[in-house]
């Protein structure tokens, strides 16, 4: 036996249990395991059982999908996620909603595509804030290499960038306390929007700001260096002409 981390049951009676070693165990009501099935590479993070459907997520990035009924299961189709594993699954009218280690929530349909329904942080703190101006928009950047944009009057996440690509060779760890698993230059506690040039600036826990395309986030524009420990404040003066940041380096 593993360690098992989620539990599920059906209509006939049979409980569910999804292992650390990726595999469904199938449990009679004498609390013997009477099936077992190696559904994943990795641990079993989440289950559920509706519908005459058996639905599984692990930290394989995968969701596995079985027929269920009158103790017989057959596998029906794998679902590959991008880059994180469930941590909740449910489902209704056909429709699968998972909820991913990352904040995201999405929904699959019968065809197995995916919707972005909501994008949130993750790790570590959400620090920066920034109205947009002019706009009904705001972005936020935290601890979890992300600066997401939302709409507060639809209240809908719109998209995100990734506060760096790099692998750190810095050999300081950075001086804000986090309890984040990310390193500094992946971490983000300031960001600040400039309207007339259409650029946002995003600080590092390493001090680096990078200017990005307001319309393309992946587009850096130039990075400034000179602060040399983690950036709390950063902001565009009232004419846009200069950018000012604040940082633990005195």
Known sequence: MTNLNCLASDNEGWFYTGGANGHIHMWADNCQVVKSIKAHADQITAMIVEGGKLVTGGKDNKIQIFSAGGGAYKHEKTLDLNN?????????????????????????????????LLSSHHEGEAWGLELLKGTTKF???ADDNKFLLYDYETHRFERQGEVSNKQTKHKDKPTASTMSVYPGNKQSRALAYSPKWGHIAVASNYGKVSIR???DFDTKIQTLKNAEEWCEMIKYSP????????????
Do not use: M
Request: glycine share 8%; proline share 2%; charged share 25%.
């Open 84 to 116: 994180s594993f469930p941590k909740s699954i449910d489902i209704l009218n056909n429709k699968i909603l998972v909820g991913l280690r990352t904040g995201t929530i999405i929904e699959i349909n019968e065809a197995g595509e995916q919707k972005n």
């Open 213 to 215: 395309d307001f319309k």
């Open 139 to 141: 972005a936020t950047s």
């Open 239 to 250: 004419c846009e002409k200069y950018l000012a940041t604040g940082s633990h380096d005195n």
